[in-house]
T-cell receptor, first 112, second 113 residues
Framework: GQQLNQSPQSMFIQEGEDVSMNCTSSSIFNTWLWYKQDPGEGPVLLIALYKAGELTSNGRLTAQFGITRKDSFLNISASIPSDVGIYFC????????????FGPGTRLSVLP | NAGVTQTPKFRVLKTGQSMTLLCAQDMNHEYMYWYRQDPGMGLRLIHYSVGEGTTAKGEVPDGYNVSRLKKQNFLLGLESAAPSQTSVYFCASNIQGIDETQYFGPGTRLLVL
């Protein structure tokens, strides 16, 4: 099936640091979503991107839809303890109907 | 407004047993989805439904069946559970064409022995 790669797989950062993670694929996507999952919970949408080159912010989070339409980036500024969780990217393929493909996730740990 | 709910939250099955997972949403969403989540693999689509009475296969449909008899409910069935079906199952729903946001339930943790 279709595959999305996320990097890094996991990261440990100090509280207050900025975080960057990305999502790449060999396929072209027409929509990118970023989700956060807390332990024992379902994923919650953080940011949605609909156009190549689009840069969208949600509080301390900023995400970009790559120009090639094959990647997306998520940045978190001034991390806080509640940023801990798994961050998933999801892409909607033109050829996959209305469904989304999810990446394997980036696990973020924030050290006090 | 409860959003998306799933029952049960946790279940242990023996190999060969059957069970049904229930997903309910009160947002009048047309589209509903069942995913499974395994370590290091993200979410994989099992089956989905674009409306009451319709279902379609996703990426990993084998060993599962679904039904959407009512718009608000989407059932996932395992006729003969296998250890490979040990996973966390998530249901989601959305309104296509208006908002791509998929709203997820809290998950059902299934262990097949």
């Amino acid at each position: 099936g279709q595959q999305l790669n996320q990097s890094p797989q996991s990261m440990f950062i100090q509280e207050g640091e900025d975080v960057s993670m990305n999502c790449t694929s060999s396929s072209i996507f027409n929509t990118w979503l970023w989700y956060k999952q807390d332990p024992g919970e379902g994923p919650v949408l953080l940011i949605a991107l609909y156009k190549a080159g689009e840069l969208t912010s949600n509080g301390r989070l900023t995400a970009q839809f790559g120009i090639t339409r094959k990647d997306s980036f998520l940045n978190i500024s001034a991390s806080i303890p509640s940023d801990v969780g798994i961050y998933f990217c999801a892409g909607q393929l033109v050829t996959y109907g209305q469904n989304f493909v999810f990446g394997p996730g980036t696990r973020l740990s924030v050290l006090p | 407004n409860a959003g998306v709910t799933q029952t049960p939250k946790f279940r242990v099955l023996k190999t060969g047993q059957s069970m049904t997972l229930l997903c309910a949403q009160d947002m009048n969403h047309e589209y509903m989805y069942w995913y499974r989540q395994d370590p290091g693999m993200g979410l994989r689509l099992i089956h989905y439904s674009v409306g009451e009475g319709t279902t379609a296969k996703g990426e990993v449909p084998d060993g599962y069946n679904v039904s959407r008899l009512k718009k608000q409910n989407f059932l996932l069935g395992l006729e003969s559970a296998a250890p490979s079906q040990t996973s966390v199952y998530f249901c989601a729903s959305n309104i296509q064409g208006i908002d791509e946001t998929q709203y997820f339930g809290p998950g059902t943790r299934l262990l097949v022995l």
